[in-house]
């Protein structure tokens, strides 16, 4: 056998597994696009929104906060979390969206982080959500504030 029979065999050969992988290469785009289609019922199911914004800083005296907000449902959901690494420590707190008060109660640190947080899921107004949070450290005053803006 020369060189220009081992090419010719080699280029046939090579031809032939193109061709053998069309077809495959056909059937993994047409399920890359039922994938697509079929994850798009999912999306829409939770109002095809999957929104969700987060704010964070230092309160006054040094306690560290977390707000965010997110779709749920075609609500908002909230999560304020405070953290001051000291169990046991009462906190009273504000949640408002748009300037209505929606949440309104105490909160106790607890154990292992000296950290809480409140959830509630409420009502997604028109236009968008200004939701602020205000926690006071009812024994030393300290006071964390902060404010997200949803726009689902």
Known sequence: MNATTRSTRSTRSTRAARRAARPLAALGAALVVAGGVALAPAASASGGHDTEVRASGTCSS????KLKAKDEDRRVEVELEVDSNRVGQ????????????????TRVTTA?????????????????????????????????????????
């Open 90 to 105: 009462s906190w009273r707190v504000t949640l408002s969206d748009n300037g209505t008060t929606v949440f309104t109660g």
């Open 62 to 65: 040094g306690a560290a906060w």
């Open 112 to 152: 292992p982080s000296g950290s809480f947080d409140v959830e509630r899921v409420i009502a997604n107004r028109a236009g968008q959500d200004v939701i602020r949070a205000v926690a006071t450290n009812v024994s030393t005053g300290e006071t964390c504030r902060g404010s997200v803006t949803y726009a689902g």
